[in-house]
């Protein structure tokens, strides 16, 4: 995600590296009927002088390590910059976690749950590199967002499908006629597979390109429509909201992006790093439409989750996390919100359905555990979550020592529960 953090990869951004790796094709999983037992975090060395790994932090209520990292998974590589894992564990225990940094992507097997293995990486996948976000499709592929091709990470990226394993299934150009492919950064997407469409955003983790999102057909990968996503007139932003203002006051278009699909199957929801919310609609119309429904607080926006008509947001330069009723998408209701103190701005979110629990980490050295009541929309933070002798709540990851060794402190990036089972 582009997000706070954002900035700060750019200045350790490396090459490539390659590296391939083996699973097996899976169809999608059901919904796990348990809560999570762990949670996953992809870590990356702070200092960049040892190696980046996956943690493992016990969130069983009621264990004795309860709130602690019980091991830790190095992949043999430093400075990858760790940033987005999928959203979810998928049914075959393969966890795909993304090193920006290096344009490099690795793969767990997550079936042992408390004790995690690195299976392989890889970089390029046909023509395309430097992934970012992935979907898993019906069927068990994924379908990823790069954003450039060649080695080199140059503009225009594309989508690509791919198996399990890492190896490409099929690719298409984000190259858009009309458009500069200096914009044409696929940064995150959502599949409609009722409506046989895909939404992008084009977001550039690099450099200041990004207000525009892509529709596709899914089926073949077709690329139907480029669409700059609206400005914001005077009246319609932050002065309202009573955020200071600045570089990006009043263009919440700007740098679009995580979509998510809602329950109809044929609306998405986005939320821009500049903290405009969009409503996208009528997607398989010749006509799609791209509305402007509010902003939010602060300049700075990041990692959403949708829960039935529940619509999550992390707010940064408010120390909060924000549900709203979008029942009705166009005038979204707020629901709660979990605040937390000044040092803390969240960027990421994922969502453990059972137990009705959001992990937040701030992209740095922070990480909180926080409730919602799925029927209300409630939010709380978990106070029982924290390092042992701690005041505050939340885990720390700038510590000296690790279950690897004492390497120091770390960056916690994307996160998610084990599959309950």
Known sequence: MLETSRWVLLAVFAGTMALVALSDAVQPRPQPARPASFLYVWTGDADTTS??????????????????VISTVPVGAKGTGPHHTEHQVERDGILFANGFGAGRTFRFDVNQAANPKLLGSFTTVGEYSFPHSFVQLTGGHLLGTFQGHGTNNTPPGGLVELDRQGRLVRETSARSTGFDTLDMRPYSLAVLPAIDRVVSTSTDMLADHGAHLQVWRLSDLALLHTIPLPKTAGGDGHQHEGAPTGKYNEQHHLFPGEPRP????????????????????ALDSP?????????????????????GNTWVQTIPDEHAVVSLDVSDAMHPRELSRANFDSTFKPHWMALDAPSGRLVVNDGESQL??????????????DSTFRDRGARQP????????WPHGATGPAKAHGSVFSWGR
Request: proline share 2%; aromatic share 10%.
């Open 51 to 68: 190696s980046d790994f996956l943690a493992v932090i016990d969130v069983r209520r009621g264990s004795a390590t309860y709130a602690q």
């Open 262 to 281: 809602l329950a109809d199957g044929k609306t998405v929801l986005l939320a821009t790093f500049t903290c405009g919310f969009y409503r996208v609609s």
């Open 287 to 307: 006509q799609p439409r791209v509305e402007f429904v509010k902003a939010f607080g602060g300049l700075d926006c990041a990692v959403p989750v949708l829960v």
């Open 368 to 381: 909180q555990l926080v409730t919602m009541n799925a029927a209300t929309g409630a939010l709380a933070i």
């Open 394 to 401: 939340g885990v720390r990851f700038d510590r000296a020592t």
